[in-house]
């Protein structure tokens, strides 16, 4: 197994094991690269969806996630992130990423890895981008630093709840029962959160999901809020993605967010299969 840098800030590839085949590769060296690096692209893989759950589980425990109505038919581990249509309904998610975000922050117990499986893409365009927090949080001023250091952010799914971003065109007529009421309680975090396995320290927020901090009104919450979310995007944080049919991208949660940048054809195929495993309370 070689594990090969992709970028300055984050992501590497890691080159000579076959996902599918537990005997080509020792567990514990990928998840070493898995911490040191954040982000793994393992590419010209062949996975059945078996594979993917059978190797996405030895990073924890997965969770069938909560789009009910984008799970792939027979594996409901998988969540299809996919433009496609069927009887003039979109199988799978089809906004997921369109703004910069960490798994499912929204929850008590948010996604530690996620694993991503290309199986379609657009000849142009369908690009992924994925963001290094803890170089985040060390670059924030020191007053930055101390003023935060025991702030909480209030992060929420429900999209109508948050200035920050828009109800996807696709989901105008079911937004109120999507993002309403089935979205689940509000969950709080610090917006300094410690990497369970690292120890390391990174900022934890997104546009996506954090819409107020705990106790602070919002006169000074969005202002600090804006400040956090313009740093956290810096283009010296971020390793882009071109996808090919067959990667297969797996990445931190607890220390990086992630962005999909889409710029496809209208109507152009993008298929992917996704698991998540289940993280911890952050802290
Ligand atoms: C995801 C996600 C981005 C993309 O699957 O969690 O945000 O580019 N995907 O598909
Ligand atoms: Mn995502």
Excluded at 61 to 85: F, G, K, M, N
Excluded at 112 to 134: F, I, K, N, R
Excluded at 186 to 193: K, L, T
């Amino acid at each position: 197994m070689r594990v090969n840098r992709l970028s300055d800030a984050l992501g590497a590839e890691v080159v000579g094991i076959d996902v599918s085949d537990p005997a080509t590769y020792d567990f514990d060296a990928v998840h070493r690269a898995w911490l040191a690096h954040q982000v793994l692209v393992f590419r010209d893989q062949s996975l059945a969806p078996e594979d993917h759950i059978a190797f996405s589980r030895r990073f924890g425990d997965l969770e069938v996630h909560l789009s009910a109505d984008h799970l792939h038919p027979e594996h409901s581990e998988i969540l299809l992130v996919s433009t496609r249509q069927e009887n003039g309904r979109y199988i799978g998610a089809v906004s997921a990423g369109d703004y910069w975000h960490s798994d499912l922050s929204c929850q008590r117990l948010p996604t530690s890895a996620s694993l991503l499986y290309a199986l379609e893409m657009p000849d142009v365009g369908g690009d992924t981008e994925w963001a290094d927090m803890y170089a985040a949080y060390e670059t924030l001023p020191a007053a930055t630093k101390a003023r935060i250091a025991d702030l909480k952010g209030v992060h929420t799914f429900n999209r109508m709840r948050n200035p920050r971003v828009h109800v996807p065109e696709v989901h105008n007529d079911d937004a109120k029962m999507r993002y309403g009421e089935r979205s689940p309680d509000d969950a709080i975090h610090p917006i300094i959160r410690t990497h369970p396995e690292t120890g390391r320290k990174a900022l934890y927020v997104s546009e996506r999901f954090t819409i107020g901090i705990e106790g602070m009104d919002d006169s000074e919450a969005q202002p600090l809020l804006d400040e956090l979310i313009a740093h956290q995007k810096r283009p010296e944080l971020i390793y882009h993605h071109k996808w090919t049919v067959g990667d297969l991208v797996i990445w931190d949660n607890r220390c990086t967010i992630h962005y999909a940048c889409r710029g496809f054809a209208p109507g152009a195929i993008r298929h992917l299969h996704r698991t998540s495993v289940i993280g911890d309370v952050p802290y």
